[in-house]
């Protein structure tokens, strides 16, 4: 690590202020800990902390907003909140120890929370069997069950938290339009796709408005935020992205591959989806690629030619679809 207390371009802090805030978090020395940077934060920076047998992590909310895109900004107030909610549910989700955003000792929020034991599902799905994949997908369907038994009477996006929707056409085409504006200031020319998302909308907005709840979903449950030891689920991570909408906009409804598990939809209960919520689904996976196509962009990783394959294959289908 760096010596001064931030590294502008990574959002590192030194080991003499994580000491610091391990100290005024905890109330006991940190002489002696080990610090460790984890890999998968792709808004911000986490550290694994041990203090002899014990673990914790450290999370720190962004420096720099400038790569991320707008729908994720400004939602690290919302994690804490969420994750404080995971508890009260009794939700197998980290617990947050201790919260501070003074920005006396750091620049930025952080918190402290528990560490979850467990192997990243995404790295380890290919070693496991098909009987260990269905049970593992049948367990990710009833957290978010558990999850989306949160009903609401209105929308709710963390990162705009005062703008209001009249329904669901209005809230996912503000997603939709986010994502293009991003794009513009990237200097990344969507117009064609633009137009056929567009069309979309407007030919489906009675399938895209006739949705039964509004609920909490975490529409990032994907399977590299999923901690798993001996087949049983011992976690989720990452609770910045849970949104009052449509249950569908849960992950595992709409994965990039078009495949949706029949093990998840046993777990979560939804063993039938009607016409309109295919629809639905198939709008929901085109978000999902355009999102990826966008922070592609934003955060220099190169253009994946699959991604624009995949979401040209979509809007055509659904373009073309008849009832």
Sequence with gaps: ??????????????????????????????????????????????????????????????????????????????????????????????RVLYYDNHLEICPVPYFFMSYIKGENYNDVKSTLSKSEIKSIEFQIGVLCKKISNCISQNFFLPSFPNKKFANNLEFVSFLFELLFLDAKNCDLNLLEIKEKIHQILAKYRESLNNITKLCLNHTDIWDGNILIDRGKITGIVDFSDLYFCDELMTFYFHTIDGIISEDFLNGYGKKHLTYDEKIRIQIYRIYVLLKMIVECKLKNYGKFDWMYDSISTNLALLLKKER
Excluded at 57 to 64: E, I, S, Y
Aim: proline share 3%; glycine share 4%.
């Design 1 to 94: 690590m760096k010596e001064n207390n931030v590294d502008l371009s990574k959002g590192d802090v030194s080991l003499d202020t994580i000491k610091l805030m391990y100290e005024q978090a905890f109330k006991i020395s940190s002489d002696g800990i080990e610090v460790r940077k984890l890999h998968g934060g792709v808004e911000s920076v986490v550290y694994l902390i041990i203090d002899n047998s014990e673990k914790n992590v450290l999370k720190l909310a962004p420096l720099d907003f400038n790569k991320t895109i707008s729908v994720d900004k400004n939602t690290f107030w919302w994690e804490i909140k969420m994750l404080s909610f995971m508890e009260k549910i009794n939700f197998p989700s980290p």
